[in-house]
């Protein structure tokens, strides 16, 4: 595959699942049962993982290093907000 294009794949998933991380903000600021919140979690997990493999493509790949460090450090204030949440101690 293209590399080029791979990066292009990688920041198409990187937007589109900022989009759909924002629009979740409803359901994580409603009063969800037990059901629901796992499904939730489950989604947010599975965002997260495809978010994490494809940030550390981009930030690998990237040639300028201001713009490397600008990415990880969005990518680690981004990981870091979703390990304290507080609908983690909720779902525990």
Do not use: H
């Not at 791979?6 to 900022?18: D, F, H, N, P, Q």
């Not at 979740?24 to 796992?38: A, Q």
């Not at 790949?61 to 909720?90: G, H, I, Q, V």
């Amino acid at each position: 595959m293209d590399e080029g294009m791979e990066l292009k794949g990688c920041v198409c998933r990187i937007k589109s699942c900022a989009g759909q991380l924002l629009s979740m903000e409803e359901d994580l600021v409603t009063d969800l049962d037990d059901d629901s919140w796992d499904l939730v979690w489950r989604d947010l997990r599975l965002k997260e993982t495809f978010l994490y493999i494809d940030l550390s493509r981009v930030i690998s790949r990237s040639e300028n290093d201001e713009r490397r460090k600008a990415l990880t450090l969005l990518a680690n204030k981004f990981f870091y907000c979703t390990d304290e949440c507080p609908w983690e101690a909720k779902l525990l």
